[in-house]
């Protein structure tokens, strides 16, 4: 295994001679902004943070770093929930939020070309303005960057029809370990031309390179939707409902799962009155439509609605108008903000084929009775993608940090028998790489730590993320 080097004064005049000496930051106050992101429980202090805002500055640190061994961890905007971004061995922190800059919206052929540090909402608002769409929407969409969208192949909620990040992008400029740059593919919509190294990267936790560019395709911007909110006596019955209106033949462009705590919070949290929830539903799910004819978007909600109602469901909730769909998604959103907000949470990010939704929540409830903890459960229902929060309430520091582990074990080998696995969206980071072994065999795991080697031969960039090598 590679011994690091520590970062010497040498090492940050060099750094501040590349990048500035404003963007080179190695006062402790100053780093300690850099030492977590959204993952619970976790700190790491970097020894140094540097901003570059070029390729070739991230070019020239990343070969000073792979020269004098120091560990290099990559970061977008913190809002990750793995740990991805964390500098677990000290070392050099890139932050890649100067690289802010969406450099082209091509409407002929329907891409962008954007900087990793773009905001996601604000570049999804810049296409919109010209007729066009972005579909990727992650939960903090308002504050990540799209760089990190891309380490961790992102999805939201409008992933049930539209897909997942790593459906939109055509190709990346990206620096290796080394401080060489290369481009990953090609900026057209085919591409047979040898392996697929842009899909690789996507999802790759920024342990293979520094992307630097990204060219995204683009579709047009739908004209409207139509959004209602589905309240369940049941949570099984919701999830059972799920596959049962892509069984009748309808796509939504979202549909949202809530168990009444999740909903129940939120509604708190954000001082809510736009749902009314009766003392008996359990659940809802939250089924939005789109397209460019109002008229037949009715007519699959009227299908929608009908196929529903052959379920135990309390009375539907049609929006009205733009405010009412925006106060509705705001309570989806702002699901996650609610439950840290009521309480020292881990949250598992499951997966599981859409019509193994309910064996998955039954499993998560049952392994958590056995466990002796709570759980308030959400997520992205038509992609199978179910958010498991497990909440601390009365759990003793042996039980919180001991026993909780066999039973979060439990529940991604349930995922794993039911044909799923242990993230669809999240990434595994460092929270999750322990579990890995429940997916995947030795040989699996081989390729996968081999790949990262003709990458990273030196193991310097995001050492120790998704596995120990």
């Known amino acids: 295994m590679t011994t690091f080097n520590k970062v010497t004064a040498a090492h940050v005049a060099a750094l501040r001679e590349i990048a500035g000496a404003q963007y080179v930051l190695a006062d402790e106050e100053s780093m300690s902004r850099y030492a977590q992101d959204e993952t619970e429980d976790l700190h790491y202090l970097p020894e140094v943070v540097v901003k570059p805002d070029t390729t070739e500055q991230v070019s020239r640190i990343m070969k000073l770093c792979n020269e004098e061994l120091l560990p290099v961890t990559p970061r977008g905007g913190g809002t990750g929930l793995s740990g991805g971004a964390l500098a677990q061995f000290g070392g050099v922190l890139i932050s890649m939020e100067r690289f802010n800059r969406i450099t082209l919206i091509d409407e002929r052929n329907l891409q962008a070309i954007t900087e990793p540090g773009v905001i996601t909402e604000e570049l999804q608002n810049a296409v919109k303005e010209k007729g066009l769409f972005y579909p990727p929407d992650p939960s903090s969409r308002g504050t990540c960057f799209i760089g990190g969208n891309i380490a961790e192949n992102s999805g939201g909620p409008k992933a049930v029809k539209y897909g997942v990040v790593k459906d939109y992008v055509l190709n990346l400029e990206m620096v290796l370990p080394s401080g060489e740059v290369i481009w990953t593919g090609a900026n057209v919509l085919k591409n047979a031309t040898g392996y697929n190294l842009t899909q690789l990267v996507?999802?790759?936790?920024?342990?293979?390179?520094i992307v630097t560019k990204i060219v995204l395709r683009l579709i047009p911007l739908p004209k409207t939707d139509l959004l209602m909110l589905v309240p369940f006596r049941s949570a099984e019955s919701a999830c059972e409902a799920v596959s049962a209106i892509f069984r009748a033949g309808y796509t939504p462009s979202a549909m949202e799962f809530m168990e009444r705590d999740a909903i129940d919070w939120v509604?708190?949290?954000?001082?809510?009155?736009?749902?009314?929830?009766?003392?008996?539903?359990?659940?809802?799910?939250?089924?939005?439509?789109?397209?460019n004819h109002p008229e037949v978007l009715m007519q699959e909600m009227e299908g929608i609605a009908g196929v529903v109602e052959g379920f135990d469901i309390g009375e539907i909730l049609f929006?009205?108008?733009?405010?009412?769909?925006?106060?509705?998604?705001?309570?989806?959103?702002?699901?996650?903000?609610?439950?840290?907000?009521?309480?020292?949470?881990?949250?598992?990010?499951?997966?599981?084929?859409?019509?193994?939704?309910?064996?998955?929540?039954?499993?998560?409830?049952?392994?958590?009775?056995?466990?002796?903890?709570?759980?308030?459960?959400?997520?992205?229902?038509?992609?199978?993608?179910?958010?498991v929060n497990i909440i601390r309430g009365t759990l003793t520091e042996e039980q919180w940090n001991g026993t909780l582990t066999e039973g979060i074990r439990e529940i991604f080998q349930l995922v794993k028998t039911l044909g799923g696995t242990i993230s669809g969206e999240h990434g595994i980071g460092l929270v999750q790489k322990s579990y890995m072994d429940i997916i995947f065999d030795q040989t699996s795991m081989q390729l996968m730590k081999q790949i990262k080697q003709i990458f990273d031969p030196k193991n310097i960039l995001n050492r120790g993320k998704i596995f120990d090598c």
């Open 202 to 209: 996507v999802g790759s936790e920024g342990t293979l390179g």
């Open 319 to 387: 929006a009205e108008d733009s405010q009412q769909k925006e106060e509705l998604w705001k309570l989806r959103r702002r699901v996650a903000e609610a439950v840290k907000a009521n309480s020292v949470y881990k949250e598992e990010d499951t997966v599981v084929p859409r019509a193994e939704l309910p064996v998955l929540l039954k499993g998560v409830k049952e392994i958590g009775a056995r466990y002796g903890f709570h759980s308030v459960c959400y997520g992205h229902a038509g992609d199978g993608n179910l958010h």
């Open 267 to 291: 509604t708190q949290y954000v001082q809510s009155s736009a749902v009314k929830i009766e003392d008996d539903i359990q659940a809802h799910l939250l089924i939005e439509v789109d397209g």
